[in-house]
T-cell receptor, first 112, second 114 residues
């Protein structure tokens, strides 16, 4: 499958801790994005990183991209209970047109 | 609020029936994407339209069809429904037709086929 594979599938941490999620993919990409989904709701875009970028920050989010290893990580620092959600990576393939291919997701639970 | 509106929010129907899901993109967005989310298949890209033209196709079944109208709203038609079609169907829009940028998702239409 060309879609991203997230690791871990589920993650449970205490409020205030950092959460790290990883995404691996198998082919060349144009960009990689991270989305968040609260249970049964629509997805919300978090951050986009292009294939020529290595790291990007947005608030408490830090995303890295290693195209040689075909992997990305999403770090959420100082997590809050409100961060509880599923997190998906999504890739746009080189030459793949416009479709955004989503990974399998990581379910994050942040406990008080 | 993403600005993308999907109707209906919930739909329950029987096998063999046909349903139409509707999507209004964000004001000014020309691209509309349809995705299916189910427990066993995850988020699957179905189809994309840009300014009324089909731009990319994914794992869309022949029983499914979509179109984008001149006012840019889109409809996804699902026919000869099967139990396995039960899923959340998302519409998303973006203003970029080339290299896919950020997508704005609606809240989805939850289809239950009995």
């Amino acid at each position: 499958s060309q879609q991203g594979e997230e690791d871990p599938q589920a993650l449970s941490i205490q409020e205030g801790e950092n959460a790290t999620m990883n995404c691996s993919y198998k082919t060349s990409i144009n960009n990689l994005q991270w989305y968040r989904q609260n249970s049964g709701r629509g997805l919300v875009h978090l951050i986009l990183i292009r294939s020529n970028e290595r790291e990007k920050h947005s608030g408490r989010l830090r995303v890295t991209l290693d195209t040689s290893k075909k992997s990305s990580s999403l770090l959420i620092t100082a997590s809050r209970a409100a961060d509880t959600a599923s997190y998906f990576c999504a890739i746009t393939l080189t030459g793949g047109g416009n479709k955004l291919t989503f990974g399998t997701g990581t379910q994050l639970k942040v406990e008080l | 609020d993403s600005g993308v509106t999907q109707t209906p929010k919930h739909l329950i129907t029987a096998t063999g029936q046909r349903v139409t899901l509707r999507c209004s993109p964000r004001s000014g967005d020309l691209s509309v994407y349809w995705y299916q989310q189910s427990l066993d298949q995850g988020l699957q890209f179905l189809i994309q339209y840009y300014n009324g033209e089909e731009r990319a196709k994914g794992n869309i079944l022949e029983r499914f069809s979509a179109q984008q109208f001149p006012d840019l709203h889109s409809e996804l038609n699902l026919s000869s429904l099967e139990l396995g079609d039960s899923a959340l169907y998302f519409c998303a829009s973006s203003g970029v037709s080339g290299d896919t940028g950020e997508l704005f998702f609606g809240e989805g239409s939850r289809l239950t086929v009995l």
